[in-house]
């Protein structure tokens, strides 16, 4: 039996508290990072359930140093050169403007502030120039925010990361080496010298893999295996040469690889996805749970001062001066300047950077790591619960995608088409022929013209403005292929598809759309017979039970729920969304059967 104590039974609980934490916030709709953050402490100094220090001792720092590589590779891996298209010149100048702006102020506002020593403020002020992708991405993930801000944001979070990492690294040295009798000049080329050797590395391994990988050179099931060994190697092999160019290195590794071909793109990100997830829920408990009763008591009031110059000052100065000749909106502008939440790289390096000055017997080190993590939990609550709301009181907030988009153009999708437009929601119609397409352009519904597989689809066509896709071509592989790819992307719950009629009764991928599951060739046909598209709505007199008696007489099909609250749930082949009086049913019926509205009404009438 394993005692509570033991490092087995420690680990198993990280994991089902961080993952825990994770899936209560999809639940509740509540900020993930501040979720873990909260029950990390709870864990750590509260109930004393984890206490990393003494339970990894020397493996701490390795850990987080290797699961924050692996997470910024994952955040490079997303970044591709075609979202600058819209964000480019604002990127750059968040970078080459906002970090010096940024490091510059806080400096200022660690020294003025905080109290700290002034080469302490520099090195805490260029740590603060990162946001970091563990907390923006889950937080953008909740947005449906214009992909030009999500873009600016993602790129700013992930290429900042590494660049405040050596801001620090490049004032550590000042420090240790003599501070003011330090070589600056020497201390700025080694750390320029280091940097550029990384983006070497880092490139190189980069396109070695993406070279490998499409000639075959690596089986399928080694892919994953060789590219998380590969990120671990490079990063150690940087950081030998100078600690925190390894950030640097994945940052640009993953680069790479997203913007060249790997014939396996698919499945390494949900490999790489997956992974981060669980590291990032990992160590942000293993973080949080490090904070001790000691630090908080090392926190001084006069740190309250420095997180208002940092949330109300630095940063949106920064912001505004690096945007400034930019043609950015500036209500785009005030909701980046607002939004900066700091997380693991931020604490991470921090306590990194405390641990060694307090050994070189720095005065006032022993106030990093409480600064830091006021900094953390003050900014992860403040963005996290304020980004949605500001966003929406901004205009920002696109607000809930309750679209349906409807791939493959024919007769019954063009139609059907036609019924949800006149339902006052949002539909689309993709299909890569021109010609298929001719017919919805004449009914005057939005079309999209391309593969929606093809990733040059998420330079035009935004899946989170749909809260259903319903694959309905004559392809039976081609449907269930993309239930299968875009399912991971926005949900399994909201793909469905059509089958033929040779296909019906084998179903392998994707639910199979309406409750009778019927066959495209047979819609198809119905349509042609004089069927149409209609809508029920379900009261505590006309109960879903008098609907199901009525469509089983006519034989009309099942297709989907409307809820109150504008949510749209599918009726598939074996399964059965829940309906409730309130709620409005849309229906595949055939010519002689009872006009929907006109039952209701009598039923209404009846009772």
């Given at each position: 039996m394993f005692a509570i104590d033991s490092l087995l039974v420690k680990i198993a609980l990280i994991g089902v508290i961080g993952i825990g934490a994770q899936w209560a916030a999809w639940r509740t709709g509540k900020p993930a990072i501040a979720l873990m953050l909260v029950a990390g402490i709870l864990a750590g100094p509260v109930l004393g359930l984890i206490d990393p220090e003494h339970d990894f001792g020397a493996l701490r720092e390795p850990i987080i140093k290797l699961a924050v590589a692996v997470i910024l590779f994952e955040g490079g891996l997303s970044l591709k050169f075609r979202e600058l298209r819209h964000a480019g010149i604002a990127v750059?100048?968040?970078?080459?403007?906002?970090?010096?702006?940024?490091?510059?102020?806080?400096?200022?506002?660690?020294?003025?502030?905080?109290?700290?020593?002034?080469?302490?403020?520099?090195?805490?002020?260029?740590?603060?120039?990162?946001?970091?992708?563990?907390?923006?991405?889950?937080?953008?993930?909740?947005?449906?925010?214009?992909?030009?801000?999500?873009?600016?944001?993602?790129?700013?979070?992930?290429?900042?990361?590494?660049?405040?990492?050596?801001?620090?690294?490049?004032?550590f040295a000042y420090i240790t080496h003599g501070g003011a009798e330090a070589n600056t000049i020497g201390i700025a080329t080694d750390v320029v010298a280091a940097s550029l050797l990384a983006v070497i590395i880092g490139s190189a391994a980069g396109f070695a893999l993406t070279f490998a990988f499409p000639r075959g050179w690596v089986p399928e099931y080694l892919k994953a295996p060789v590219l998380l060994t590969t990120v671990i190697a490079v990063f150690v092999l940087s950081d030998l040469i100078m600690h925190e160019t390894g950030l640097i290195t994945v940052t640009v590794m993953g680069v790479?690889?997203?913007?060249?071909?790997?014939?396996?793109?698919?499945?390494?990100?949900?490999?790489?996805?997956?992974?981060?997830?669980?590291?990032?829920?990992?160590?942000?408990?293993?973080?949080?749970?490090?904070?001790?009763?000691?630090?908080?008591?090392?926190?001084?009031?006069?740190?309250?001062?420095?997180?208002?110059?940092?949330?109300?000052?630095?940063?949106?100065?920064?912001?505004?001066?690096?945007?400034?000749?930019?043609?950015?909106?500036?209500?785009?502008?005030?909701?980046?300047?607002?939004?900066?939440?700091?997380?693991?790289?931020?604490?991470?390096?921090?306590?990194?950077?405390?641990?060694?000055?307090?050994?070189?017997?720095?005065?006032?080190?022993?106030?990093?790591?409480?600064?830091?993590?006021?900094?953390?939990?003050?900014?992860?609550?403040?963005?996290?619960?304020?980004?949605?709301?500001?966003?929406?009181?901004?205009?920002?907030?696109?607000?809930?995608?309750?679209?349906?988009?409807?791939?493959?153009?024919?007769s019954w999708t063009i139609a059907f088409a036609e019924f949800i437009k006149g339902q006052d929601r949002k539909v689309l119609v993709a299909d890569p022929s021109q010609l298929a397409l001719r017919r919805a352009r004449r009914a005057d519904l939005p079309v999209y013209h391309g593969d929606i597989l093809d990733e040059v689809r998420e330079d035009h066509l935004d899946l989170g403005e749909y809260q259903q896709l319903i694959a309905a071509t004559d392809n039976d592989a081609y449907n269930a292929l993309i239930c299968s790819e875009l399912a991971a992307e926005i949900g399994h719950d909201r793909v469905s598809r059509t089958v033929g009629a040779v296909r019906a009764g084998h179903v392998r991928r994707g639910r199979v759309f309406t409750l009778a599951g019927t066959p495209i060739e047979e819609q198809l046909d119905r349509l042609q017979a004089g069927w149409t598209f209609s809508r029920t709505r379900i009261t505590e007199v006309f109960t879903y039970a008098d609907y199901a008696q009525r469509m089983k007489a006519s034989g009309g099909d099942s297709l989907a729920v409307v809820k109150p609250s504008g949510d749209l749930l599918i009726f598939s082949a074996g399964h059965r969304p829940g309906v409730e009086a309130g709620d409005t049913l849309w229906t595949f019926v055939p010519p002689d059967a009872p006009k929907p509205r006109k039952a209701t009404t009598e039923a209404a009438a009846a009772g």
């Amino acid at each position: 039996m394993f005692a509570i104590d033991s490092l087995l039974v420690k680990i198993a609980l990280i994991g089902v508290i961080g993952i825990g934490a994770q899936w209560a916030a999809w639940r509740t709709g509540k900020p993930a990072i501040a979720l873990m953050l909260v029950a990390g402490i709870l864990a750590g100094p509260v109930l004393g359930l984890i206490d990393p220090e003494h339970d990894f001792g020397a493996l701490r720092e390795p850990i987080i140093k290797l699961a924050v590589a692996v997470i910024l590779f994952e955040g490079g891996l997303s970044l591709k050169f075609r979202e600058l298209r819209h964000a480019g010149i604002a990127v750059f100048m968040l970078v080459v403007v906002g970090v010096p702006v940024g490091w510059a102020l806080g400096t200022a506002a660690a020294y003025y502030g905080a109290g700290l020593p002034f080469e302490l403020a520099a090195l805490f002020g260029g740590i603060m120039v990162v946001t970091g992708p563990t907390v923006i991405i889950p937080m953008l993930r909740s947005l449906n925010i214009t992909p030009r801000v999500k873009h600016m944001l993602k790129w700013e979070a992930i290429v900042n990361d590494p660049i405040g990492a050596l801001l620090a690294v490049g004032i550590f040295a000042y420090i240790t080496h003599g501070g003011a009798e330090a070589n600056t000049i020497g201390i700025a080329t080694d750390v320029v010298a280091a940097s550029l050797l990384a983006v070497i590395i880092g490139s190189a391994a980069g396109f070695a893999l993406t070279f490998a990988f499409p000639r075959g050179w690596v089986p399928e099931y080694l892919k994953a295996p060789v590219l998380l060994t590969t990120v671990i190697a490079v990063f150690v092999l940087s950081d030998l040469i100078m600690h925190e160019t390894g950030l640097i290195t994945v940052t640009v590794m993953g680069v790479v690889m997203a913007n060249r071909e790997t014939y396996s793109s698919h499945m390494l990100m949900r490999f790489k996805e997956d992974l981060t997830v669980l590291l990032v829920s990992g160590v942000f408990i293993i973080l949080s749970a490090t904070l001790d009763w000691s630090v908080v008591q090392n926190f001084q009031f006069r740190f309250l001062l420095f997180l208002v110059l940092l949330l109300f000052v630095v940063r949106p100065l920064t912001i505004m001066t690096a945007l400034l000749f930019t043609r950015i909106p500036f209500k785009e502008r005030l909701f980046v300047a607002w939004i900066a939440p700091r997380g693991i790289v931020a604490a991470a390096v921090t306590g990194l950077f405390a641990l060694r000055l307090s050994d070189y017997g720095v005065p006032g080190a022993e106030a990093l790591v409480p600064l830091s993590f006021a900094v953390v939990i003050a900014t992860i609550f403040a963005h996290g619960f304020t980004a949605a709301p500001f966003a929406r009181w901004l205009g920002l907030d696109r607000g809930k995608g309750d679209g349906v988009l409807l791939v493959g153009a024919n007769s019954w999708t063009i139609a059907f088409a036609e019924f949800i437009k006149g339902q006052d929601r949002k539909v689309l119609v993709a299909d890569p022929s021109q010609l298929a397409l001719r017919r919805a352009r004449r009914a005057d519904l939005p079309v999209y013209h391309g593969d929606i597989l093809d990733e040059v689809r998420e330079d035009h066509l935004d899946l989170g403005e749909y809260q259903q896709l319903i694959a309905a071509t004559d392809n039976d592989a081609y449907n269930a292929l993309i239930c299968s790819e875009l399912a991971a992307e926005i949900g399994h719950d909201r793909v469905s598809r059509t089958v033929g009629a040779v296909r019906a009764g084998h179903v392998r991928r994707g639910r199979v759309f309406t409750l009778a599951g019927t066959p495209i060739e047979e819609q198809l046909d119905r349509l042609q017979a004089g069927w149409t598209f209609s809508r029920t709505r379900i009261t505590e007199v006309f109960t879903y039970a008098d609907y199901a008696q009525r469509m089983k007489a006519s034989g009309g099909d099942s297709l989907a729920v409307v809820k109150p609250s504008g949510d749209l749930l599918i009726f598939s082949a074996g399964h059965r969304p829940g309906v409730e009086a309130g709620d409005t049913l849309w229906t595949f019926v055939p010519p002689d059967a009872p006009k929907p509205r006109k039952a209701t009404t009598e039923a209404a009438a009846a009772g």
